[in-house]
């Protein structure tokens, strides 16, 4: 019984400071559990989640969205709806893997082509009919180009920037558009972008087309400043209004002058 007992003591004592080596032979590094070594194409398969709903300890009635379980801190899976890596912090999923030696203080992508047209008549009385359109701009951001940065946030899909550090935000934006507008009073159409933080609007930049009838091409700037939190979702959703007994249709975007900027301030 003794020596069954010292036998298992043995055991146990070298499973708990032997180390496992997966693609190789000898381990690299002492410290290390677990090491997986790579020589050729060999690659390691993460566990996949379709979308952050799937993630565990998910759960829609928390602030953060998850549950807390300090447990299961540092587990890693790949988000293929965001197409990330995500590390879980014993409270939340964050973003993993952040490429420190490329952080910059912005980011910048391209204006994609977006037509606009409103439609709007009146009486004595106030407004009549206002068929106008409105839709979140959509970006792309040109890969292999040094004027441009996927850094300090990522465009999650063609209509979002996710932001990847907290702190105070600059926004620039530029944009050509071109088009008409006719009209019969002195107002034009006014053209509004409007700045939306996970859904609530925060900022607005606006401006006016000439009025009666006119038609040309436009290069617009402006600068609007907000404090942004990590991950939070940002959109910019075009807005067109039609003065009375209007027409009016622009094309934005799709141009080298046309993008957004988003810079770190502090």
């Known amino acids: 019984m003794k020596k069954y007992l010292a036998f298992t003591g043995m055991l146990g004592f070298m499973l708990a400071n032997s180390q496992v080596v ?7 590094n002492s410290h290390t559990q677990l090491e997986l ?24 009635s928390q602030p953060d969205k998850y549950d807390d379980d300090a447990t299961m801190e540092a587990m890693l899976m790949y988000n293929k709806s965001e197409s990330l890596t995500k590390v879980y912090d014993g409270t939340k999923w964050e973003q993993a893997f952040n490429a420190k030696n490329k952080s910059t203080t912005w980011t910048r992508a391209n204006i994609n082509s977006t037509n606009m047209t409103c439609l709007s008549t009146s009486d004595l009385f106030g407004q009549l009919l206002q068929l106008c359109s409105s839709d979140n701009l959509k970006f792309s951001v040109p890969q292999n180009s040094s004027q441009f940065s996927d850094y300090l946030s990522v465009v999650r899909d063609s209509e ?11 926004i620039n934006f530029n944009v ?9 009073d002195f107002n034009g159409a006014r ?22 009838i006119n038609v040309g091409n436009y290069l617009v700037s ?27 249709s622009y094309n934005f975007g799709g141009t080298t002058e046309s993008s ?4 770190r301030v502090l």
């Open 37 to 60: 070594q790579n020589s050729g194409q060999k690659v390691l398969i993460l566990p996949v989640a379709e979308n952050e709903t799937i993630l565990p300890k998910y759960n829609s």
């Open 176 to 184: 050509l558009f071109s088009g008409f507008t006719a009209g019969f």
């Open 260 to 263: 957004v900027s988003i810079e």
């Open 160 to 170: 979002t920037f996710r932001i990847r550090q907290k702190g105070l935000y600059r």
């Open 191 to 212: 053209i509004t972008i409007v700045v939306v933080v996970n859904g609530v609007e925060k900022a607005y930049m606006s401006g006016k087309a000439s009025p009666f």
């Open 222 to 248: 402006t600068d609007g400043v907000l404090f942004l939190d990590v991950n939070n979702d940002v959109k910019f959703r075009l807005v067109l209004d039609g003065s009375s007994w209007s027409i009016s």
């Open 22 to 28: 997966m693609g190789g032979s000898t381990p690299l």
